[in-house]
Each structure stands twice: as C-alpha cells, then as structure tokens.
C-alpha cells in the first residue's frame, strides 16, 4: 500500500529513515462566510485540495509530505464578527519559524506556505524566515489565484462568492445550507478610487462593506462548476508540487 501524503497519517516505523524533499503547510482561517458557508471554509477548502494534490504528485513519483494544517489566519478587519478568530502576521511568522527549523533539521529541503485564506499574506514572512536558512527553500502560494475564475463563473467575486460556494457544493454539500438562506454578497468600494486599484491598498472594515460577509454573488453556483474547478485546480497545483519537489535548490534558475 502506498504511503499516505498526511503526515498526521504516518508513522515514525515509516518515517525514521524517510527523507522527504518538500513538506507542504496548508493554512487557512476560521471567519464568517456569507450566510450560507461554514466558518471553517477556508480550511476545508485548502485541505482536500492539498491532499488530493499531493497524492497525484506522489504516484508521479515525486516526495511531498503535508504537514498538519493550520486553521487560524489573519482576520484583523473582521473581529467585530463573532466567533472570527484573528491570528496576527507576527504569530504567524513566529509558527513559520519554529515549523521550518523542526523540518529543515531533519533534511527536509524545501517547504511551501499553501495559502488558502486571502487576508494571509505569507511574503514577506518568506522573506525574513528564508533569510535564516540560506540552504532550504521557502515559499508560498496562494492556490484561488491561480485559475482564471472567468474560465469557470458567471459572477467574480472574493469572499463565499461563486467559486467558493461551487466548490463546498461539490466537497462538503452537507455543510452548505441552501442558497436561498444566502445573502446577494453585495459589497461596497472604496470612495478613494486608487484603493480599489490593485497598486494601492488599505484594509476593509469587512462590517461596513458587507451585510452579509460575503463578496460576490453566490446565487448561481453550483456543484458541477465546482467539480470542474476542483479537478483543474488539483492537476495544476499537483504539477507545481512534482516540479518544486523535483528542482534542486542550488540549481533553481534558468535562461
Ligand atoms: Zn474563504
């Protein structure tokens, strides 16, 4: 039977003289979304894809091992909500460290930040965590930015929009009430036009610009839109995980 992908899975029988090339750190956040989706969305969402890419990469031949995920993020426009659970960058970037050094000390080489919640912002944390360990490699990604969402939904949005709501119906139905108990999503822009602009950026009092808490309209998803994005989202993350695992740290560049 082949290994599990999950290291919570594994054994230490298994694992004692395992080396692994990257470990694989989901995270995501536990806030609101919209009326109708769980609080714990992000999670759930960033996990299955995870580990559904993980194991494609896997039986390709490639060694990826996911790490427990972490279900708290970065939720400083939204606690005024109840039960949204704020965890600050600086918490984060301490987690990241303490993470790294336990991997990298067992000859672990690479680790990626698999982002799943967009109020995280693992840049930065890269940076300064990486700069401690100049023979790993760090980095991250944010996997809902990395489809073009038009190739699949009628409306855009950001937050339990369309998309999200397509993939819960698809992954967890049970945990999606029905969408005539969701909220339209309607949000409010900035008055400072540059704000709304992707090259200036102030946070959003989430309250103040969202009845419901959702950004996006999520009244046509569906679970057959989010089959589709799932599956196309899995074989592209699957791709990056094999090539990222395959490439050698010291050979990281190419003309
Ligand atoms: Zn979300």
């Known amino acids: 039977m082949p290994l599990s992908t999950q290291l919570e899975e594994l054994h230490y029988k298994n694992l004692k003289n395992h ?4 470990a694989i750190l989901p995270w995501g956040a536990t806030e609101a979304h919209n009326f109708h989706l769980p609080y714990g969305t992000d999670n ?3 996990n ?13 031949g490639a060694s990826v091992l996911v790490l427990p995920p972490i279900p708290y993020g970065v939720n400083t426009g939204q ?3 109840p039960y949204v ?9 301490a987690i990241i460290k303490d993470v790294a050094q336990s991997l990298f000390k067992h000859g672990v080489k690479k680790l990626l930040l698999f982002n799943g919640h967009g109020g995280n912002d693992f840049k930065s944390i890269t940076r300064e965590v990486g700069h ?7 980095c991250t990604c944010n996997w809902f930015e990395a489809l073009n969402h038009k190739n699949y939904f009628d409306h855009a949005g950001q937050h339990a929009d369309e998309m999200e709501t397509s993939l819960m119906m698809y992954l967890y139905p049970e945990l999606v009430l029905p969408l ?10 900035f008055r400072v036009h540059a704000l709304n602009e992707s090259w200036a950026w102030a946070e959003r009092e989430w309250t103040k610009v969202s009845n419901d808490t959702g950004i996006g309209n999520p009244h046509y998803a569906s679970a057959e839109k989010g089959e589709k994005y799932f599956n196309d989202v899995c074989q592209l993350m699957s791709n990056f995980f094999i090539e990222l695992a395959n490439t050698a740290k010291d050979d990281f560049y190419k003309y």
């Not at 659970?85 to 970037?93: G, K, R």
């Open 85 to 93: 659970i704020n965890m600050m960058p600086s918490t984060q970037a």
């Open 19 to 22: 080396q692994y090339e990257l």
């Open 48 to 60: 299955v894809i995870v580990k559904q890419s993980a194991q494609i990469a896997n039986d390709k």
């Open 132 to 138: 401690s360990f100049p023979d790993q490699l760090i």
């Open 180 to 189: 005539s108990e969701a909220g339209n999503g309607q949000h409010k822009k």
């Open 79 to 81: 606690t005024d909500i």
């Open 44 to 46: 759930f969402q960033a």
